[in-house]
Structure formats: C-alpha cells, structure tokens
C-alpha cells in the first residue's frame, strides 16, 4: 500500500489515501461522473484521511440522497465524495491525486447511466 496526496484545484482541499501505487480505478457513465469527469477510486473510509479544507466544502445530493458529493466551494471541484453504491467507503477523483506516487491506473468502464441493473457488479471494498 502507498499513501497518497491529492486535493482540489485551488489546494484548499487536501487529503491522503492509503491504495496500492497501480491504482484500479472504474471509470462511470452515469451523468454526474459523465459530467465532472470524475474517475473512481474506491476506498474503505479508514484509508481516506482529510486532512484540510472542511470548511469549504459544500455537499450535493440528487435522486436518492445516497451519495454525499463533496464540492470545495471556492474552485468547484469534487476530489472525493460518499458513493451511494458504498455508503461505507470513500471515492477519491483519480485525476485530483498528486501524480508522485501514483505507479500506473487500470481503469475499467462501468454503465452507471443504468446503475439499478449494474450495482451489483461492483467490486466490494475491504479492508
């Protein structure tokens, strides 16, 4: 496991997250994902520490308030959120982490634009 750095475009946002350095990342179509560009990295909520920027973080929900999306509230970008498909975990942007530690990214499609008949086939998170 490696400990990563990541955060939002102004740098208000920082975190760490402990993955592997070849990151396993799935890559949504739903429209939010579609829309933000967002590529997922799905962690137990354990490996996801913030570690600055609470207090500009603004939360979006839609549809069934599952997932918590969180925006920083001063350059808009989302750099992790609470998946509704892991309401136990953490879902980091791929793209929002420091590129130092990152060894390389596998990235497998999700259909997530028809997400109740593909839920299932996500992988579980464990510890």
Known sequence: MTTHTGGCHC?????????????DA???????????????LIVPAADFRLLQGDDVLTTYTFNTG?????????CGVKSYYVPRSHPDGISVNVHCLDEDTVAGVNVTPFDGRNWEQ??????????
């Open 11 to 23: 740098g208000r946002v920082r975190f760490e997250v402990d993955a592997p350095a070849v990151i």
């Open 26 to 40: 799935t890559e949504c179509n739903c429209s939010i994902c579609r829309k933000s560009g967002f590529l997922h």
């Open 66 to 74: 599952a997932a918590k999306h969180h925006f920083c509230n001063v």
């Open 118 to 127: 593909n839920s299932a086939k996500l992988s579980p998170i464990s510890d």
